[in-house]
């Protein structure tokens, strides 16, 4: 069974900064990507980002492109996202996700992804 677990969260202030990170354990599987998503309360779960696990190649959605920076370290078998200037529309939990395979989902579509972990949450005051 793959597990994934993230950590890193917290409360942090407007313009502050956290860095997540997401730890993959149990058994080895392949992976085509590993993504971040986040769902505030009320809302759909959202893509952030994603990073190709072979290339290092990286996506953003538009909301944090210029303020977060996803990255990868293979030996370690981590992923991590680090997040500056941090506003209350950021606050949300935060989810780590891998996709082990390229498929016609893409990699900012939730369905394309097959592994979660239980989420982390991130609180940005005002």
């Known amino acids: 069974q793959v597990q994934l677990v993230e950590s890193g969260g917290g409360l942090v202030q407007t313009g502050g900064s956290l860095r997540l990170s997401c730890a993959a354990g149990?058994?080895?599987?392949?992976?085509?990507?590993m993504g971040w998503f986040r769902q505030a309360s009320g809302k759909e779960r959202e893509f952030v980002a994603a990073?190709?696990?072979?290339?290092?190649?990286?996506y953003y959605s538009d909301s944090v492109k210029g303020r977060f920076t996803i990255s990868r370290d293979i030996a370690k078998n981590t992923v991590q996202l680090q997040m500056n200037s941090l506003k209350p529309e950021d606050t949300a939990v935060y989810y780590c996700?891998?996709?082990?395979?390229?498929?016609?989902?893409?990699?900012?579509?939730?369905?394309?992804?097959?592994?979660w972990g239980q989420g982390t949450q991130v609180t940005v005051s005002s």
């Open positions: 990073i190709r696990w072979s290339t290092g190649i990286t």
């Open positions: 149990g058994r080895p599987f392949s992976r085509y990507a």
């Open positions: 996700a891998a996709k082990r395979y390229s498929d016609i989902y893409g990699l900012s579509a939730r369905n394309g992804y097959n592994d």
